[in-house]
């Protein structure tokens, strides 16, 4: 259904259920819908209602219809738990012109834990029959687990586009695929374009740009991409684990979390690659990061922005004392949380409209850094460094951005489907290009190793 449709009646029944499910042995294998954390998470069975929209109006628009359609809905939920209820799971592109569908998707069951606790939601059309009705046991609407098989899974290899990459065409256009002959070298097309970008900020014409490259590949037919995305959950603990319409990651990055009021965030910017093989050597990477002026510069930016952004939205607003060394599998981040009170009544939706983008992911001043990002990048990020996550009927929801993720394509004639994974890096004064090549190396990490066979 598009945005412009009339709003649909929607009923949502959340039972409590008896044991902990095994989420991943829900979902299905070759299109989950998957967030999880730790001992958190949920998974989404079939869908419902499928949003979608675009342009730069596209999260609030989005929160427009999503009001329309909480408010008509019909919601039974005893659990009451961030979560429980009425849920849509949405993913948005980060640029305003992208070819890329934002979407919002409701699944027709989910399956949901929060440590101890566990419950099941049925989402129905008016109309519609529904299974999950006084005295019947919530465990028996459960669809059959299929578990699942490791040794199956044969990989792929992500690596270097043979060439450079393509800016995606408009939509409905064909696009070559992935290694297509287009071009020169993408790794010597993203150092010259830090070259250029370092200079455009020497020059004074901005602060910070973020500039990202890709890598990409084929999953063969029938890949169980559960594999993978269970590889995230166990290994980055610290990340939200996220399957949302082909989008797959772990992102260590808080966009915003807004829950009765209380509005949290945390921002990443400034890195280094782990050195876990040498517990020395990797205290020094850590110790350099903190110490580092580039770094620290670039981080004081990415705060800023966020503060700037929900400033308005906002009351009480706090941040740690100073940033800290995140500590991940692959690399050490600056980190900074931030804390607040919602000021007004504004959807989770509302708020990343006010914080996207982040001088994280775009730079500093904003319009000039995304309309550098156009013009240096030779390709469309499509959802990469956008947002992903999920709200509710209260407008309630937790939104990550869109980071160490890659993007599954539609299934092609043979059966297989394409893979491109995107990362990159804050550009500013005295950045060193094969500084900013490693960088996202170490960045593609995550999914280069839980695509690996």
Aim: glycine share 10%; hydrophobic share 45%.
């Amino acid at each position: 259904m598009s945005p412009a449709g009339d709003a649909p009646t929607l009923s949502a029944v959340t039972k409590p259920l008896g044991e902990l499910p095994n989420l991943l042995t829900f979902a299905d294998p070759t299109a989950p819908l998957f967030w999880n954390r730790g001992d958190r998470g949920c998974v989404g069975v079939g869908e419902v209602l499928r949003l979608v929209f675009t342009g730069p109006d596209r999260f609030v628009e989005a929160s427009r219809v999503w009001r329309e359609i909480a408010a008509a809905a019909v919601v039974d939920d005893p659990v009451g738990m961030p979560g429980s209820g009425l849920v849509a799971f949405g993913t948005f592109a980060f640029a305003d012109e992208s070819a890329s569908e934002s979407v919002l998707i409701v699944p027709r069951l989910l399956i949901h834990r929060h440590r101890n606790m566990a419950w099941v939601t049925e989402v129905t059309l008016r109309g519609e029959a529904a299974a999950l009705v006084d005295g019947v046991d919530p465990a028996s609407v459960l669809p059959a687990a299929r578990p699942l098989d490791a040794a199956a899974w044969s990989g792929v290899e992500l690596r270097e586009p043979e060439v450079v990459a393509y800016r995606s065409p408009a939509p409905g256009a064909g696009q070559p695929k992935w290694g297509a002959s287009i071009g020169g070298s993408d790794v010597d097309a993203y150092l010259a374009g830090v070259r250029n970008a370092t200079a455009r900020v020497v020059a004074g014409d901005l602060e910070k740009v973020v500039l990202s490259r890709q890598i990409g590949g084929q999953l063969e037919p029938g890949a169980d991409v559960r594999i993978p995305l269970e590889r995230l959950s166990d290994r980055y603990l610290d990340c939200w684990t996220f399957a949302v319409d082909g989008l797959i990651g772990a992102s260590p990055e808080t966009l915003v979390r807004s829950t009765s009021g209380a509005v949290s965030a945390r921002v990443l910017a400034g890195t280094r690659g782990r050195r876990a093989e040498d517990a020395a050597r990797d205290r020094a990477a850590r110790d350099e990061l903190l110490r580092s002026a580039k770094e620290q510069h670039e981080h004081d930016f990415a705060v800023q922005s966020v503060v700037t952004a929900l400033a308005p939205h906002v009351t009480e607003l706090r941040t740690s004392d100073a940033p800290f060394a995140l500590q991940l599998p692959n690399v050490w981040h600056l980190a900074t949380d931030l804390g607040a009170a919602l000021g007004a009544e504004s959807t989770a939706l509302e708020l990343v409209d006010a914080l996207h983008p982040t001088a994280a992911v775009a730079g500093t001043p904003t319009a000039d850094a995304v309309a550098l990002i156009a013009e240096l990048e030779p390709f469309d990020r499509g959802r990469y460094s956008g947002a992903v996550g999920w709200i509710d009927a209260a407008g309630d929801g937790e939104w990550v951005i869109a980071l160490r993720c890659a993007q599954i394509g539609e299934v092609d004639a043979d059966g297989a489907r394409a893979i491109v994974a995107t990362a990159g890096g804050g550009i500013v004064e005295g950045s060193n290009p094969q500084h900013e090549l490693g960088e996202t190396v170490s960045k593609f990490r995550p999914i280069t190793e839980a695509f690996a066979s």
